[in-house]
Nanobody, 115 residues
Framework: QVHLVESGGGLVQPGGSLRLSCASS????????MEWYRQAPGKERELVAA???????NYADSVKGRFTISRDNAKITVYLQMNSLKPEDTAVYYC?????????WGQGTQVTVSS
């Protein structure tokens, strides 16, 4: 059962920007991490960005300086601001939240970077 709902994906030209959102439809207690992953066709799912309960962030080398992860605890929502997008950023992007009860995943949102 999917409890996280992602939005904001779409088609964008190289150099453009998108903002992904991931909201929980249920209350998740003791969230200690929120993460964004992506999976391109024929490739394994990879971690793109993570943010801890304390606000510490971590990014894949390929997106450092271009992507920013943030969270709104009151709304149980995590965001991914993606700037200077490249064709190699094309993938399905998934969010997750880790808290009491385990890890919760979204259904994924497609991001396509193409001219």
């Amino acid at each position: 059962q999917v409890h996280l709902v992602e939005s904001g994906g779409g088609l964008v030209q190289p150099g453009g920007s998108l903002r992904l959102s991931c909201a929980s439809s249920i209350i998740i207690y003791r969230i200690h991490a929120m993460e964004w992953y992506r999976q391109a066709p024929g490739k394994e799912r990879e971690l793109v960005a993570a943010i801890t309960g304390g606000g510490a962030t971590n990014y894949a080398d390929s997106v450092k300086g271009r992507f920013t992860i943030s969270r709104d605890n009151a709304k149980i929502t995590v965001y991914l601001q993606m700037n200077s997008l490249k064709p190699e950023d094309t993938a399905v992007y998934y969010c997750n939240m880790k808290g009491y009860g385990g890890t919760y995943w979204g259904q994924g949102t497609q991001v396509t970077v193409s001219s």
